[in-house]
């Protein structure tokens, strides 16, 4: 049986990959825990060496050159019980940790989070990715909770062994800003060094439970796939609203637009339609379709049947004219009127109290005795006493 005489770091790995390694004799892999009494330990600069005796961490070696003896290793000697001096083997392990500061630990989302957009609440995929520093802190800790009975650890095992730990709080922390903070997924690229500044914090103490400690923690880059469905359907909708924002309008007033543009275009293709609604739609266009016209064109959809013909009362804009029937014909006359437009009878005025005719000068009503009241030449009868004709001002003389 050999006896191992000097144990060092293997020159071949990389320290900046391989956190942790058990020594391995290169001549004889099976005798690498044969270690004879004198036997030398060479411990490179930001290396510590852990000596394991049946699955106990026992001395902890730093830099330097170190000889494994029993006046070296007091609770090897307790364990094994060896003699002083000689080269007598016993059964040991040695491992090397580094004690480097790794700052470009990568990570990332393997599958996309899915995350509900605070202002259009749509369910988006987010993804998220960055890199991380950590140094070995305790690494009997590091050994016994994290290594096992593996021959090393590297990078790619560390990553692995903290990615569920990782994207489960970074997850929370994202979906923190998204949801309760209410930053869309568009806008949260500008918080990305707060959210570093708290992952640090925030995965501390789970590095901790195993002897690492982390140097720093970067949020590289927070998105959302650009084939994603949701996600086009959200930037279609930021997109639409920039737009409606530049031109002035809310999207009810374009969906008005849109819905009297197209009955406007089927009542002039079928015809028989209404003009007015043809003749808005061109004010609207005229004027940049601005928010009063989508109002008028609100209340026009509402109130106007485009397929029925219009009223009587609605065809007519003046007011009710009083109208009285000729003594000749009995046929309606405005009220006014010298002569009847239907036979050229000249019209007689008629008591104000009991209809009864007038004739030409009378004073009062030959039946009932009512004060007649003068009349204008325009047909607006005088107030008593009055000098001028209250509607066309000619004088009362002259009435």
């Known amino acids: 049986m050999a006896l191992i005489s000097i144990v060092e770091w293997n020159k071949d790995l990389d320290p900046s990959y391989v956190f942790a390694w058990r020594y391995v ?12 009494n004198w036997t030398q330990l060479i411990v490179q600069e930001s290396q510590e060496a852990v000596l394991f005796k049946d699955g106990q961490a ?22 094994i019980n060896l003699p002083t001096g000689g080269k007598t083997p016993f059964k040991a392990s ?28 749509i369910p988006v995929p987010v993804r998220a990715y960055g890199q991380f520093g950590i140094r070995v802190k305790d690494s009997r800790k590091f050994l016994i909770k994290l290594v096992g009975t593996n021959s090393q650890l590297t990078r790619d095992d560390l990553v ?53 400690e982390p140097a720093n923690f970067f949020i590289g880059s927070i998105n959302v796939p650009e084939d994603d469905p949701a996600v086009a359907d959200l930037r279609k909708a930021l997109s639409e609203r920039a737009r409606m924002n530049v031109m002035g309008y809310s999207y009810q007033q374009q969906r008005s637009f849109d819905t009297m543009e197209a009955m406007a275009q089927s009542s002039g293709e079928g015809g028989g339609g209404n003009p007015l609604l043809g003749a808005g739609m061109g004010m609207g266009a005229g004027l940049g379709m601005g928010g009063v016209f989508a109002q008028m ?8 049947n485009l397929n029925a013909p219009q009223s009587q009362a609605s065809q007519t804009d003046s007011p009710v004219q009083s109208v009285v029937p000729c003594p000749k014909c009995q046929k309606d006359v405005p009220q006014g009127t010298r002569f009847c437009p ?47 004709c209250p509607k066309c001002g000619q004088k009362a003389e002259q009435a």
């Open 58 to 79: 026992l001395d902890l070696f730093g830099p330097g050159r170190h000889t494994l003896s029993t006046d070296n290793i007091p609770l090897l000697s307790r364990i």
């Open 160 to 212: 692995n062994a903290f990615r569920g730990v990782i994207l489960s709080r970074i997850g929370d922390m994202i979906a923190t800003y998204i949801v309760e903070k209410k930053i869309t997924i568009f806008d949260i690229s500008v918080y990305l060094r707060d959210m570093s500044d708290e992952a640090v914090e925030e995965i501390r103490p789970v590095f901790e439970e195993y002897g690492i």
């Open 342 to 388: 239907h036979c050229g009878n000249a019209m007689v005025p008629l008591c104000a109290n009991c209809k009864t005719p007038l004739g030409d000068g009378a004073r009062f009503c030959p039946k009932c005795g009512h004060e007649v009241q003068k009349s204008c030449s325009c047909g607006e009868p005088l107030p008593k006493g009055a000098l001028f």
């Open 94 to 121: 040695v491992w090397f940790l580094n004690k480097l500061n790794v700052l470009d630990v990568k990570w990332g989302t393997s599958s996309p989070l899915l995350l509900k957009d605070p202002e259009f609440h």
């Open 25 to 36: 004799d290169p001549k004889n892999p099976r005798d690498s825990e044969n270690i004879g």
């Open 297 to 304: 064109a609100s209340q026009m959809g509402q109130n106007v």
